[in-house]
């Protein structure tokens, strides 16, 4: 049985940083890629991030972009999050997913076929 277990949430003051990890257990499969969603209260779920199995391609939501980076240690089977000059517009549960046999690197949410429970992340202003 494939687990995601997600950590790193909790709340942080807007400008401030947190760091996500995400480790994978229980698979088989020899690649994969990984990503990061996001969902607000009262919103759809969303692409924030996403990161193939070398770790030599990345995708960012443009929301994102410069302030947040994604990592892999494929040795750990865990990918991370690091979030950067934070908002309070990047308050959400946290997601991250796993693409079974995938080179590429999936934006979209049917690209990923595994997920975790979700970690909470909120900005205060």
């Known amino acids: 049985q494939v687990t995601l277990v997600e950590s790193g949430g909790g709340l942080v003051p807007a400008g401030g940083s947190l760091s996500l990890a995400c480790t994978v257990s229980?698979?088989?499969?020899?690649?994969?890629?990984m990503g990061w969603f996001r969902q607000a209260p009262g919103k759809e779920r969303e692409f924030v991030s996403a990161?193939?199995?070398?770790?030599?391609?990345?995708r960012y939501a443009d929301s994102v972009k410069g302030r947040f980076t994604i990592s892999r240690d494929n040795a750990k089977n865990t990918v991370y999050l690091e979030m950067n000059s934070l908002k309070s517009a990047d308050t959400a549960v946290y997601y991250c997913?796993?693409?079974?046999?995938?080179w590429g690197v999936g934006t979209e949410q049917s690209d990923y076929d595994f997920w975790g429970q979700g970690t909470r992340v909120t900005v205060s202003s």
């Open positions: 990161i193939n199995w070398s770790g030599g391609t990345t």
């Open positions: 997913a796993v693409a079974d046999n995938y």
């Open positions: 229980g698979h088989t499969f020899s690649h994969y890629a």
